[in-house]
């Protein structure tokens, strides 16, 4: 199997000849060291996606010899994939294909007609590049330090690792009212995210601290990863849910 770390691999599973040159050119623009794979029908992509796994997947959806639901599901149930896959033509089909787009792993486009549309596309899809320790960052705290201020349009999802966090919103009168401590083990900033709102409190440390920030965009994806985070997520919203 060849090593992808530290590479951008890329196949282009498609029949149309042109259109492979196209999205070639494209990606060599953007990323002349890009290491760039071919296929024109399912069982050529399928044969190189198990010997050459590449970083992202640009396929047609409907491929000769084969459908490319195939291929998607074959990718999908595998756990140790992190495959990312954009699919022309075509729309989500399965649940398992359902499941690939809200974890950001598929992406379904139109036929890919300008470099600017695939600019955007690409965009869209640029986590395939890096690895989960880029997904997320550690943070830290001094005592007093804010981390979250009511109203802040903001959505980043927070672990705390290590500290205590304390979480206030202001009253009628303006004056700040204790909502409750945050501990360790807990999350921090998921109501925002799941409620697409703004704040609802502030949220500072206690004593100095040390938090995972989790960027919006790969929230879901990496809870997937990691299944002991969803464990935690799931605690911290029965926390938030019996304490109202």
Do not use: C
């Amino acid at each position: 199997m060849v090593k992808t770390e530290g590479k951008k691999f890329f196949l282009l599973a498609s029949a149309d000849e042109s259109k492979k040159k196209r999205l070639r050119g494209w990606i060599q623009e953007r990323m002349p060291e890009a290491v760039i794979y071919t296929a024109s029908d399912y069982m050529e992509a399928l044969i190189k996606i198990k010997n050459a796994p590449p970083q992202l997947l640009v396929t047609d959806y409907e491929l000769g010899k084969g459908r490319v639901g195939q291929i998607l599901d074959t990718i999908f149930s595998d756990e140790a994939s992190k495959m990312v896959v954009i699919a022309m033509g075509g729309q989500a089909r399965t649940d398992r294909e359902r499941d690939g787009v809200t974890l950001g792993r598929l992406l379904f486009v139109d036929q890919l007609s300008t470099l600017e549309e695939w600019t955007q596309v690409l965009g869209k899809v640029e986590h395939a590049f890096k690895s989960e320790a880029q997904q997320y960052a550690v943070r830290n705290l001094k005592a007093g330090d804010i981390l979250i201020q009511e109203g802040d349009t903001s959505k980043q999802i927070y672990i705390v690792k290590k500290g205590l966090l304390r979480a206030t919103r202001r009253d009628g009168t303006g004056a700040p009212r204790l909502l409750g401590e945050i501990g360790e083990g807990e999350f921090v900033g998921e109501m925002a995210y799941f409620n697409e709102e703004a704040r609802m409190a502030t949220v500072s440390a206690v004593v100095d601290s040390e938090l995972v920030e989790i960027q919006p965009a790969v929230f879901e994806k990496v809870i997937y990863q990691r299944p002991s985070w969803a464990k935690t997520l799931f605690s911290t919203l029965a926390k938030r849910l019996k304490g109202k």
